[in-house]
Antibody
Framework: QVQLVESGGGLVKSGGSLRLSCAASGFTFSDYYMSWVRQAPGKGLEWVAYISAFAGSTSYADSVKGRFTISRDNTNNLVHLQMNSLRAEDTAVYYC??????????????WGQGTLVTVSS | QSVLTQPPSMSAAPGQRVTISCSGS????????VSWYQHVAGTAPKLLIY???KRPSGIPDRFSGSKSGTSATLGITGLQTGDEAEYHC???????????FGGGTKLTVL
């Protein structure tokens, strides 16, 4: 079955960097866009970034633009989120999600279990 | 402050019906497709409704979605204790060029 497994979360100081990874299995990875969505403690979901199937296109939320970079490795079925200049407000559970685009619609399905990123000030 | 507005919490008894609202604007709900996600604490969020009113395979027909103008609604009939979760609406926002979500509605089944 389709599975997404995140890794790389942890505790980091404000201004530091962290790289999240997501291992995908159970589907033809290179056929799909991928995305990261986060949820801060006590807050709603927040879309972070997406990357197209062959990495030709990326898009970021304004809150992370210029600090985060999404990338993918279609050979090894991996998607990464490089997070630089981290701030306390980036503290959240980060979910790796398959981003299903069937224009003009799109949806997030399925979701990984999430990895916790804590930024200490 | 989330772009889409949902009630923070709702409660109902087993067997009852609830509707969860999601309010937005013409740049998001008004001109794009809405999806709904169920998040049971400690588990991965799950797609419940997509394209406003479609259910993925495996989602029971107790769950339904609708959209009118700049608002969307998730309906759940025959409430079960297993439906206790946080429910989130989401859609593309054409002005922001990004996805937006509601703040989530915590549903308690008493």
């Amino acid at each position: 079955q389709v599975q997404l497994v995140e890794s790389g979360g942890g505790l980091v100081k404000s201004g530091g960097s962290l790289r999240l990874s997501c291992a995908a299995s159970g589907f033809t990875f290179s056929d799909y866009y991928m995305s990261w969505v986060r949820q801060a403690p006590g807050k709603g979901l927040e879309w972070v970034a997406y990357i197209s199937a062959f990495a030709g296109s990326t898009s970021y939320a304004d809150s992370v633009k210029g600090r985060f970079t999404i990338s993918r490795d279609n050979t090894n079925n991996l998607v990464h989120l490089q997070m630089n200049s981290l701030r306390a407000e980036d503290t959240a559970v980060y979910y790796c999600v398959r981003y299903v685009v069937v224009l003009p619609a799109a949806r997030f399905d399925p979701w990984g279990q999430g990895t916790l990123v804590t930024v200490s000030s | 402050q989330s772009v889409l507005t949902q009630p923070p919490s709702m409660s109902a008894a087993p067997g009852q019906r609830v509707t969860i609202s999601c309010s937005g604007s013409s740049s998001n709900i008004g001109n794009n497709y809405v999806s709904w996600y169920q998040h049971v604490a400690g588990t991965a969020p799950k797609l419940l409704i997509y394209d406003n009113n479609k259910r993925p395979s495996g989602i029971p027909d107790r769950f339904s979605g609708s959209k009118s103008g700049t608002s969307a609604t998730l309906g759940i009939t025959g409430l079960q204790t297993g439906d206790e979760a946080e429910y989130h609406c989401g859609t593309w926002d054409s002005s922001l060029s990004g996805w937006v979500f509601g703040g989530g509605t915590k549903l308690t089944v008493l």
